[in-house]
């Protein structure tokens, strides 16, 4: 099987921003949801982009964003993707698509196959489906190191590409990539050494790890 694609997620500094660059990952990921260890404002996203260039394709992650914080994000960030990780509707998916013009990626919470099933109502809506792992009621949605049964995407035949994340780290990530055959893996949490502090070697291992299929 081919090597998945990498996004390392909840970048906000300009040396893990390098390790990214270093360890060839595809995609960073910049976290726009305030209350999260690893926001980044428009001023600190506005030099990351600057850094990356165009050496590395840029999503920004929002939750449940009203239409005055995805502009100013998209402009400051320069990005390449509108993640949606709160509970926005096909609908709304559709309406972000229509007025930014870039790929939306809809984060589905997965816990059951009921939530695997759920993407078909996001088949017109959205470019990318990234499947994570469903966080307990009044937690941060995301970025909690928790994974989810991988065979439960086993029947997934959807005809959008998609991603895999919740848990991963470089210990696991090999074994998910293959379990999953993910086209895209995502990681945040398990590449930090304390919540929303990114660590460059793991960072590395993370890359290193996907590849080694």
């Known amino acids: 099987m081919h090597s998945p694609l990498i996004k390392i997620c909840g970048i906000s500094t300009a040396d893990t921003l390098a390790a990214c660059l270093a360890a060839r990952a595809e995609w960073c990921g910049f976290n726009f949801y305030a209350p999260s260890p690893r926001f980044v404002s428009s001023e600190q996203v506005s030099r990351l982009a600057a850094q990356a260039g165009p050496a590395i394709r840029k999503a920004g992650v929002f939750v449940d964003a009203s239409d005055a914080v995805l502009a100013e994000a998209v402009a400051a960030g320069r990005l390449d993707a509108i993640q949606l990780h709160g509970h926005e509707t096909p609908q709304r998916a559709a309406e972000v698509r229509a007025q930014f013009g870039l790929p939306v990626w809809k984060v589905l919470s997965v816990s059951e196959a009921a939530d695997v099933a759920r993407a078909s109502a996001f088949y017109e809506a959205a470019d990318f489906l990234l499947f994570d792992a469903k966080t307990p009621k009044g937690q941060m949605p995301g970025g909690m190191g928790l994974s989810f049964d991988w065979s439960l995407l086993a029947a997934y035949r959807g005809p959008l590409p998609w991603g895999l994340a919740g848990g991963l780290n470089p210990i696991n990530v ?4 293959r379990q999953t055959k993910a086209p895209l893996v995502d990681v945040s949490s398990g590449v ?3 919540p929303g502090v990114k660590d460059i070697d793991k960072i590395e291992a993370f890359c290193q790890a ?3 299929l």
């Open 174 to 177: 090999a074994e998910a990539a």
């Open 192 to 194: 930090e050494s304390a």
């Open 210 to 212: 996907a590849r080694a």
